[in-house]
T-cell receptor, first 114, second 114 residues
Framework: AQSVSQHNHHVILSEAASLELGCNYS??????LFWYVQYPGQHLQLLLK??????LVKGIKGFEAEFIKSKFSFNLRKPSVQWSDTAEYFC????????????FGTGTRLKVLA | GAGVSQTPSNKVTEKGKYVELRCDPISGHTALYWYRQSLGQGPEFLIYFQGTGAADDSGLPNDRFFAVRPEGSVSTLKIQRTERGDSAVYLC????????????FGPGTRLTVL
């Protein structure tokens, strides 16, 4: 069965520190990949997505992610975090064949200290 | 414009009771998804609709769970004979087309089964 692993469950950083959140998936076929974010008290919203083409994708608020097919990974990065980035981050995968069922990771809770 | 709305926002019920959770997707969105999110976990896929029909209901945990979308817009998730283990946040998301794409999430319904 397809699955998504997020290795860091809780991350605490100081403002201006660099961020990298890991995401690995298990599926041998073609996938579309997403990162969603949930700010405190808000809905889940899309940060960025990868469908095809350049494996380095840029999203909102200075976030980017790199798809490395050989490693089945789609890690999220930001060079310099801000206090307002405090949120929970979810990686998600959807296969491009069969039914379009999204599989989410367990999430990483990020806290940025001012 | 209006986003995805879910009612009620909170539902407390007793073990064994029947509950209905409602989702109003973004107007014109053809795909609608239901997820369940337990504490410390990512959204867990339950069912997805393409128009009026359930395209994939493989995530429904058992036959106590059922969902409908009779007119291809509003959807209702129905849980019979609720159990304490059903307590979770139930999320609804909609997407503008059949193909894999960004999902727009609602605020969720927090279900507590006493």
């Amino acid at each position: 069965a397809q699955s998504v692993s997020q290795h860091n469950h809780h991350v605490i950083l100081s403002e201006a520190a660099s961020l990298e959140l890991g995401c690995n998936y298990s599926y041998g076929g073609t996938v579309n990949l997403f990162w969603y974010v949930q700010y405190p008290g808000q809905h889940l919203q899309l940060l960025l997505k990868y469908f095809s083409g350049d494996p380095l994708v840029k999203g909102i608020k200075g976030f980017e992610a790199e798809f490395i097919k050989s490693k089945f990974s789609f890690n999220l990065r930001k060079p310099s975090v801000q206090w307002s980035d405090t949120a929970e981050y979810f990686c998600a995968v959807i296969t491009t064949s069969g039914t379009y069922k999204y599989i989410f990771g367990t999430g990483t809770r990020l806290k940025v200290l001012a | 414009g209006a986003g995805v709305s879910q009612t009620p926002s909170n539902k407390v019920t007793e073990k064994g009771k029947y509950v209905e959770l409602r989702c109003d997707p973004i107007s014109g969105h053809t795909a609608l998804y239901w997820y369940r999110q337990s504490l410390g976990q990512g959204p867990e896929f339950l069912i997805y609709f393409q128009g009026t029909g359930a395209a994939d209901d493989s995530g429904l945990p058992n036959d106590r769970f059922f969902a409908v979308r009779p007119e291809g817009s509003v959807s209702t998730l129905k849980i019979q004979r609720t159990e304490r283990g059903d307590s979770a946040v139930y999320l609804c998301a909609s997407s503008p087309m059949a193909l894999p794409n960004e999902q727009f999430f609602g605020p969720g319904t927090r279900l507590t089964v006493l």
